[in-house]
């Protein structure tokens, strides 16, 4: 089923419209860019937290979903906790795919 999702999210990365990895995604929102932030289900409390909050402070709508591992292979990367979405369109299908699988 969420399939679908990662798959998108391996296409909006190919896309160049997809942050990964700490620094890249906090220095980012820090400069209020990124339209949706991904953060996995299975990261620490500590890390959810410090990205939650930042994008909260940002304006930057985040989703708690998927896990690290699956995360990090969409984009053909090692383990990611958060994936910052750059582009309003893949950010509103892949939206569209998660809520589809939630209800």
Same mark, same amino acid.
């Given at each position: 089923? @969420?399939? *679908?999702?990662? &798959? ?11 942050? @990964?990895?700490?620094?890249?995604? @906090? ?15 299975? @990261?620490?409390?500590?890390? =959810? ?7 909260? =402070? &940002? ?12 995360? *990090?292979?969409?984009?053909? &990367?090692?383990? =990611? ?23």
């Amino acid at each position: 089923m @969420s399939e *679908g999702i990662y &798959k998108l999210i391996g296409l909006c990365m190919k896309a160049g419209r997809l942050l @990964s990895g700490h620094e890249q995604i @906090s220095d980012a929102m820090r400069k209020g860019k990124g339209i949706f932030l991904i953060v996995a289900e299975d @990261s620490s409390e500590r890390t =959810r937290k410090e990205y939650v909050e930042l994008a909260e =402070r &940002k304006n930057i709508f985040h989703i708690l979903w998927g896990e690290k591992e699956k995360l *990090g292979q969409a984009v053909g &990367k090692e383990v =990611r906790t958060a994936l910052l979405i750059m582009d309003k369109g893949f950010s509103q299908a892949i939206q569209e795919k998660i809520h589809g699988n939630i209800r």
